[in-house]
């Protein structure tokens, strides 16, 4: 029941402990970029490395272990499910066909297609049962491992910057990197102010999601005797309890917004970190800035197919 509260994926945890807290969030933002955008046409090598790097700044980031173990081990659990499922999939990869001839015909000649097969399991016989064999080959292995790699650096990646990162320094980062926007008249205070509402919101609706899972188990549903008919009456009615409640947390807000005169008057810059500036903060930026040029570079010659 506690599950959303235990895990803590996508929620910003407040403390003065890790190097991640406080260094410049357009750096981590720049590196989040790097994380999301980087696999995009990459090779299974690119994308192993990038989860290396990425267990190696949890694990140096000097944050606290009992917010990190749990979220990494079920993304790592939900990684490899899918990864696995990834390679089971039929790649429908047809064989190649170099001639016309047979190859019986040529006596030299190497038949490829099979050749790519890297082991085999099955036909499997259970009881009365017959099973098929499941072949993986190196297509499907590349693509349990793109899967599997993918999966685990966009999420982890995210998280690691949401939850070291306040929501008001995330939404000036975004007011800083969208600033040239506003030559063109974009409402950039509005739509920063309009970020930072969403990013607080979000707690909101795990907190309402959590309370319902919550009344399930204290009701002590059972789902197989109810049936399916009963069973989605009692689902579609958990959904819009759950969406009731989110509208209502939402009326809320915007009624406070209203009586503090909609909160426009906040500008993104009162929001400004102010670690900036110091000597030992400013180290761990210069050297958080030539790991990211180090890595564009590495990106450029080693991460392509």
């Not at 064989?95 to 006596?107: D, G, M, Y």
């Not at 499941?134 to 995210?158: C, N, P, Q, W, Y």
């Not at 509208?247 to 008057?265: K, W």
Request: charged share 15%.
């Amino acid at each position: 029941m506690e599950f959303l509260r235990n895990v803590p994926i996508g929620q910003y945890v407040s403390g003065k402990t890790g190097w991640l807290r406080t260094i410049d969030p357009r750096l981590k933002f720049a590196w989040t970029l790097i994380f999301l955008l980087s696999p995009i046409l990459a090779g299974p090598i690119w994308r192993v490395a990038l989860v290396v790097i990425l267990l190696g700044i949890t694990s140096c980031g000097s944050l606290p272990l009992r917010i990190v173990w749990r979220p990494l081990l079920f993304l790592l659990l939900i990684s490899f499910l899918f990864g696995m499922f990834s390679v089971f999939l039929p790649t429908n990869e047809t064989a190649s066909v170099l001639t016309a001839r047979s190859p019986q015909e040529l006596p030299n000649a190497i038949a490829l297609g099979s050749s790519w097969e890297l082991f085999k399991v099955g036909p499997l016989n259970l009881g009365d049962v017959s099973i098929g064999s499941f072949a993986v080959d190196r297509r499907s292995a590349e693509l349990g491992i793109k899967t599997s790699t993918l999966i685990f650096t966009v999420v982890h990646s995210v998280n690691l910057m949401l939850i070291t990162t306040s929501p008001e320094d995330l939404m000036w980062t975004l007011r800083w990197y969208l600033s040239p926007l506003s030559l063109i008249g974009l409402p950039l205070e509005r739509l920063s102010f309009q970020l930072l509402l969403a990013l607080r919101f979000i707690p909101l609706v795990q907190e309402e999601f959590q309370n319902l899972i919550r009344s399930i188990f204290v009701r002590g549903f059972s789902f197989r005797k109810l049936g399916i008919k009963k069973s989605i009456g009692v689902l579609l009615a958990l959904g819009e309890r759950l969406l009731t409640n989110i509208l209502l947390r939402a009326e809320q807000g915007a009624d406070a917004l209203i009586i503090r005169n909609g909160g426009f008057l906040l500008s993104p810059d009162l929001f400004k970190p102010g670690f900036l500036l110091k000597q030992t903060m400013m180290w761990q930026n210069f050297v958080a800035s030539i790991a990211l040029l180090l890595m564009l570079c590495l990106r450029y010659k080693y991460g392509k197919l």
